[in-house]
């Protein structure tokens, strides 16, 4: 595999930090290529603005138009091409984060804002009646694998199906589906160690194995069957999916799951 | 009322400046006090980081106890601690933003991450094995109201219940439950505008129009039923909801919402 590990969190000698590492350390002892964007170590820019656009900003900045102007004209800032080089190199990307208040951290999120761009992961293909571009399944990362490894503070009861936070799987729908699956880039079932906030550093030794266990078992696992968009499952042009396609009962977010 | 907007749109000439401006000048005609973060005028820092918790910072940062204890100490950073009092001053919240890959944009996530520290806006009350906390409904900012004034892109119909993005109640859920209901902010309805990629100048009249009826009726308007965590509705301690609370056949977020 060609993985890049994507990594989001302030402290070195933190959980995620030891996480990152390991990842690093057992994937390369495994014969693959690692390369590592670890986001606070390049102070990464997480706020979207006219300076990601070179030239190719208007004076009234129009976010979507001026990234892919800027995107196709290659005048991108340095550090977003980078990231978009490194995400076309890869095979397998890597996430890993602490859930802050049910999302990503904001440094994360900033790299998807400025990395995604128009033209890159999204606006790309026909979008007319018929057709609303090639997104959801295709796209300019199709065929790419992504992994979310995340810690959370709180128990796993309260991100069960009834929990109160809501179900880790419908939390993380937006990153894995709305995010991810949008240019193309399937998600295997994410990795989730949950009471975090209470882990002491002797509980690490199972965590580890835990974990080493997922990373050598990547190739063989199968991503989360979301459908998709463009080969028969919804309707046209509302993209609603189609009545009955589902089990009964299931709503909300897991209707674009199949099966 | 005693409005805070919190705004987050690079372009001041964009349609979610030409809302926040709306938005300042309707209300302050209507006699309400208003006060603005325009995140990307004050160049606020995205990121959370040991510069927010001063000497707090432990040398191995940790950032839900070492964000508490500066807290407890008065020092966090001074923007931090200006947006506290900022929302402790307010009884009405704005949010103004457009939808970036289903979230609030990076700069906004930040806002929530830095100002929303241990002690002010979770790890508030009792934590035990039959009381978690004073959130959901309790908590800080309990009694106040918040609205989100969203732009979102595409068509309302991806939105849907059936639409392939995933209905638009669920995206905000994160938002308006787990950031904001959690330290006891109730949400409004929110207000979003679809299909804003293709929307002219010229259709600004009727936006403009509906925004400033949606503001002249904040005090009226009912907040969204999220089912509060102390009164009965969960099991203790996985606070999961109790079986049979719900509507038949209702699931996953919608869950946490009453009747």
Redesign the interface.
Known sequence: MKTLIVHAH??P??LNSSLKDLAVSTLEAAGHEVRVSDL?AMN?K?????EDYGLDATS?????ADSGRAFEHGTLAADVRAEQEKLLWADTVIFQF?L????????L??W??RV?TYRFAYGVGEHSETKYGER?GEGTLAGKRALLSVTV?G?E??Y????????ID??L??IQ???LY?PGIESLPPFVLYGT?RMTDDEFGDVAKAWKERLLTLESTEPIPFRR?NFGD?EL?????KEGLEPA????????VRG
Chains 1, 2 share one sequence.
Do not use: C
Not at 60 to 64: D, H, I, P
């Open positions: 302030p402290e000698r933190s606070y990464w997480a706020a979207v603005d006219a009234r900045l129009k976010v979507a602490p802050w208040w049910y999302s990503m951290p904001a440094i999120k900033g998807v804002d995604f959801y503070g128990p009861a309260h069960g199906p009834r929990g109160i936070n809501g179900p419908d939390l729908f937006p589906h709305g995010i949008y906030d968009q919804y042009p509302s993209l609603q999916l009962g299931r709503t909300g977010f897991g209707l674009h």
